[in-house]
């Protein structure tokens, strides 16, 4: 806990000095305390008010107390907080199926209800190796998972395992399944070679995931797992066009399952409710959280597709798994109340304006700064790569831990503005990033704003 580097920034003075019992991430050192907040921004007990650039972990798109949606959650705890999912569905469940199931088209059939981003890709992975003991010709063989460096998919044993999250992985690697390998990411700025063309990348990114298939045996691969658009460990870096599709060729030759992780890239953060859907591929399984219930409640999900889904229902016809939360009602109430605003307020157009408009004032404000090397986004999700050296793009050593120090320094009150750091700097594994991930109802005004700040403290 005591995670280098991390030292030599304090918090505002206004953090509490003593502990309630609380055990944070940091056990040393207390968050401010937030309570309550309006739109964009979080006022602490202090009465700071914080410009929430970033909406936590990219999760309150619709931004703070919308009564929209806390009407929503009070009816649903009037007629009923909590019912057994193993016995009972719920009309708030059914709902919100419904409208994932129809905003994929009915591609991806059913919805598995969770908590977390966490449980969701658990839920995927153990759906993957189900499907292939289900096929009519069931080949149980299929155990391995092929993902990618630098890519976070939750912090479980098993999600842990699939993600390449290095400091989190390190003490825990004795419990981590050996059945999960890592190949490159499509990450332009450091994997490109000079010269290269764009085609070139992918085509080679995609001969290495080809040769991991080869490596493992191919027929022993249950599924590929990537996010749509890396966010946490990597920092936000757009796929490339045709980069996903000729991934999922390479699955598809060998009979593997391709799935998207997009708890964080997923429903509106990059501009169209699903990131797939700019790619022109469709995953086999699709994890979502973030976004899906802005926040209000602890919500996320798996979609799957409805080959998946028609192999289960001919076979066991039933999901070998199952959590007493699952397909909770007031979430379930919370997400669909969510999902009905961003319709209602017509917030993906904005999310796609909004989204160029914050990329060109960074660019316009940091494109020649000498330790911003890298601008990247696309919608609402953008991200800052800070280095030593713009030339080599050397990046600060881990002890520095650059975007941790962002973090602690954004909250001055000078600069009052969260910022979300990117934990691969810290890893050792990348350049350190920043994110911002406003909300989806963001104004021009605001993004100004956000700008602003971030360069002062970027300045700093
Ligand atoms: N997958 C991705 C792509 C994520 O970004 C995250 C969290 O940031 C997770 C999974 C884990 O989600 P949670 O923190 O809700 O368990």
Not at 136 to 162: D, M
Not at 410 to 430: Q, R, T, Y
Request: glycine share 10%; charged share 20%; proline share 6%.
């Amino acid at each position: 806990l005591n995670m280098p580097g991390l030292s030599g920034k304090q918090f505002p003075d206004t953090a509490p000095q003593q502990s309630s019992g609380v055990l944070y991430h940091q056990l040393r050192r207390e968050p401010l305390t937030v309570v309550g907040g309006k739109g964009s921004y979080l006022v602490t007990d202090t009465g700071l008010e914080i410009l929430d650039a970033t909406c936590g972990a990219a999760v309150s798109c619709l931004g703070h107390s919308d009564e929209r949606v806390h009407e929503a959650i009070l009816d649903q705890l009037k007629k009923i907080p909590y019912c057994y999912s193993l016995y009972f569905t719920n009309t708030a469940a059914e709902n919100l199926s419904k409208l994932l199931v129809d905003s994929t088209g009915g591609i991806m059939s059913r919805a598995y209800i969770v908590s977390s981003g966490t449980e969701a890709v658990e839920a995927a992975v153990k759906m993957a190796i189900q499907y292939f003991t289900e096929l009519p010709v069931p080949e149980p063989q299929r155990v391995k998972f092929i993902s990618r460096h630098s890519s976070y998919h939750g912090n479980t044993l098993g999600s842990l395992a699939v993600g390449h999250h290095a400091s989190r992985r390190r003490i825990y690697e004795s419990l981590l399944s050996k059945n999960i390998s890592h190949i490159p990411q499509c990450y332009p700025y450091r994997g490109m070679k000079p010269n290269e063309t764009t085609e070139e990348y992918v085509t080679r990114l995609a001969q290495e995931l080809e040769d991991e298939f080869q490596r493992l045996g191919p027929n022993t691969v249950a599924a590929f797992v990537a996010e749509t658009m890396p966010g946490a460990t990597l920092g936000c870096v757009p796929p490339l066009p045709g980069y996903l599709k000729a991934l999922k060729a390479v699955c598809k030759r060998h009979g593997a399952l391709f799935i998207l992780d997009e708890v964080m890239s997923g429903m509106g953060r990059t501009g169209t409710l699903h990131a797939w859907e700019q790619e022109d591929v469709v995953p086999d399984l699709q994890t979502i959280a973030k976004g899906l219930g802005a926040g209000y409640a602890p919500i996320a999900g798996l979609l799957i597709n409805k080959h998946v889904v028609d192999t289960l229902n001919q076979g066991t016809g039933a999901f070998v798994h199952s959590q007493t939360y699952q397909g909770h009602p007031v979430a379930c109430a919370a997400a669909y109340r969510v999902q009905q605003i961003i319709q209602e307020d017509n917030l993906l157009p904005n999310v796609r304006e909004m989204g160029i408009y914050l990329g060109e004032l960074l660019h316009e404000r940091l494109d020649n700064h000498p330790h911003v090397g890298d601008i990247r986004g696309r919608g609402l999700f953008w991200a800052m790569e800070l280095v030593q050296d713009r030339e080599t793009k050397q990046s600060y050593p881990p002890s520095k831990a650059v975007s941790w120090t962002m973090h602690t320094t954004g909250l001055k009150p000078e600069h009052a503005i969260s910022l979300m750091p990117g934990s691969g700097g810290a890893d050792g594994v990348n350049g350190d990033h920043i994110i911002l991930a406003p909300p989806y109802n963001t104004t021009q005004e605001e993004i100004r704003l956000i700008v602003d700040r971030t360069v002062r403290v970027i300045q700093e």
